[in-house]
């Protein structure tokens, strides 16, 4: 699979997509206008980035958006897209600058070292 090239835009979109399952693009346009307060057109050209991009699919009738890609392939993309251009492709000193940003609770420093042991 190509690259995911997806804009803030979009993503808040798919957001509501993938909570959604197939949506008709109408129903989308309406959650737009309320939560972001983007016309109609605005949002129609989103959708449309989307389905060039081969993100979404539009299916007849009524304009029914079915994600391409999971939520999932979207957060790995955008992971290593941050991880190479801010931290020069190393996945240590992005764990590193996280870990040593945040505060864990002892549950998610458990299930952390759970994760990293499971890795050898």
């Known amino acids: 699979m190509d690259k995911i090239k997806i804009g803030d835009g979009e993503i808040k979109l798919m957001e509501y997509i993938w909570d959604k399952g197939p949506v008709k693009a109408s129903e989308i346009v309406a959650m737009a206008k309320k939560e972001f307060d983007w016309s109609r057109n605005t949002t129609y050209t989103m959708l449309k980035r989307l389905v060039d991009k081969n993100i979404l699919e539009r299916q007849e009738p009524n304009f029914v958006c079915i994600p391409l890609v999971t939520r999932e392939q979207v957060q790995l993309e955008e992971t ?30 458990e299930e952390i070292k759970k994760i990293i042991s499971n890795q050898k």
């Open 80 to 109: 290593n897209s941050l991880i190479d251009k801010v931290f020069k492709g190393s996945r240590k000193l992005f764990l590193i600058s996280f870990l040593n940003q945040e505060k864990l609770t002892k549950e998610e420093i």
